[in-house]
């Protein structure tokens, strides 16, 4: 695998279920991000990892939790989401944070029924 | 907050027509980024383009940081070309990326 990976690429849920999305990125980058695509909307950038560590929440609700175990992995964990919450969740990487060039996963499309 | 704005929202072209992109902010920036989601939805870095001048085969690309505007050339397009055309800036001394509305490209065979 190369590049930025996430999983899985379209779910379904609904308003009481808990699930988690991943992201992987083989390219050794220190620096990850979360976004978020709705419709007819900009890119939102939700979270950013720098070093494992969390650097930016971006006033998003507490029903959107990241988690980043190592510096290739991230994870956004939803529970109790709402239809609005429905979009395209876009997974970057970075090699250096912010003043880097970002490369995009593919994204995970999730539907909130 | 800073505003990214870009034009024209939407452009039709017949195959192996050129186009200009454009790319106006706000606020003084570090750098600025161009990319291409494709029709799936995956988003391609096209330029890194802080200032100056960059080509990159059919596509070339110049920010005025000065003027606070970003142009993106293409040449010559192909129907592979669809897609959607965003740029992004991080306001002077951020990291957080802002992402203009983008402009809907549809490249007719």
């Known amino acids: 695998e190369t590049g930025v990976t996430q999983t899985p690429r379209h779910l379904v849920m609904g308003m009481t279920n808990k699930k988690s999305l991943k992201c992987e990125q083989h390219l050794g980058h220190n620096a990850m991000y979360w976004y978020k695509q709705s419709a007819k909307k900009p890119l939102e950038l939700m979270f950013v990892?720098?070093?494992?560590?969390?650097?930016e929440n971006n006033s998003v609700p507490s029903r959107f939790s990241p988690e980043c175990p190592n510096s290739s992995h991230l994870f956004l964990h939803l529970h109790t989401l709402q239809p609005e919450d429905s979009a395209l969740y876009l997974c970057a990487s970075s090699q250096l944070l912010g003043t880097d060039t970002q490369y995009f996963g593919p994204g995970t499309r999730l539907t909130v029924l | 907050g800073i505003q990214v704005e870009q034009s024209p929202p939407d452009l039709i072209l017949q195959e192996g027509a050129n186009s200009t992109l454009r790319c106006n902010f706000s606020?003084?920036?570090?750098?600025l980024q161009w990319f291409h989601q494709n029709p799936w939805g995956q988003l391609i870095n096209l330029f890194y383009i802080p200032s100056g001048t960059k080509q990159n085969g059919r596509l070339s690309a110049t920010t005025v940081a000065t003027e606070r505007y970003s142009l993106l050339y293409i040449s010559s397009s192909q129907t592979t070309d669809s897609g959607v055309y965003f740029c992004?800036?991080?306001?002077?001394?951020?990291?957080?990326?802002?992402f203009g509305t983008g402009t809907r490209l549809k490249v007719l065979a």
């Open positions: 990892y720098s070093l494992e560590e969390r650097v």
């Open positions: 992004a800036v991080p306001p002077t001394g951020t990291y957080k990326y802002i």
């Open positions: 606020d003084s920036v570090n750098n």
